[in-house]
C-alpha cells in the first residue's frame, strides 16, 4: 500500500523558517513528479511547489518564488520543502503529492490539484506574527 507521510510541520515566528518532508512508502517514486499544496483555514487547497522526477525543473506558485524551495531525495525516496522568510499568510496544512504519470506533457498541469494521484495526510504550519 502507497503511502505519503509529511513531518517537519509545526508553530514558528514570522521570519522563521521550517523545513518539511514527506516520506514515500509502498512503492518508488523516483521516477514520479512530485508536489506540494497547502490548505488554509475556510480557503481551497492551493498549489505551492512541484518538481520533475529527476529535479531537472521546478515550479513555484508566485506566493513561494524566493522564499521555499522544493527538493527531493530519490536515494530516500523522500520530497522536502525548505521554507524560509515565512508570513502568518502561510499558516496552513501542507500536503505532499504525487503524479502517476512519469511524463507530463504540459508544464500547466503541475500546478492543477487534479493531475497529483497519491496525496499524504497533511502537517500543521502555524506562523504566528
Known amino acids: 500500500q502507497v503511502h505519503l507521510v509529511e513531518s517537519g510541520g509545526g508553530l514558528v515566528q514570522a521570519g522563521g523558517s521550517l523545513r518539511l518532508s514527506c516520506a514515500a512508502s509502498?512503492?518508488?517514486?523516483?521516477?514520479?513528479?512530485m508536489g506540494w499544496f497547502r490548505q488554509a483555514p475556510g480557503k481551497e487547497r492551493a498549489f505551492v511547489a512541484a518538481?520533475?522526477?529527476?529535479?531537472?525543473?521546478?515550479y513555484y506558485a508566485d506566493s513561494a518564488k524566493g522564499r521555499f524551495t522544493i527538493s527531493r531525495d530519490n536515494a530516500k525516496n523522500t520530497l522536502y520543502l525548505q521554507m524560509s522568510s515565512l508570513k502568518p499568510e502561510d499558516t496552513a496544512v501542507y500536503y505532499c503529492?504525487?503524479?502517476?504519470?512519469?511524463?507530463?506533457?504540459?508544464?500547466?498541469?503541475?500546478?492543477?490539484?487534479?493531475?497529483?494521484?497519491?496525496w499524504g495526510q497533511g502537517t500543521q504550519v502555524i506562523v504566528s506574527s
Open positions: 503529492a504525487a503524479i502517476w504519470k512519469h511524463f507530463v506533457p504540459d508544464n500547466r498541469s503541475y500546478y492543477q490539484l487534479n493531475e497529483y494521484d497519491y
Open positions: 509502498g512503492r518508488s517514486f523516483s521516477r514520479n513528479p
Open positions: 518538481i520533475t522526477s529527476n529535479s531537472g525543473s521546478t
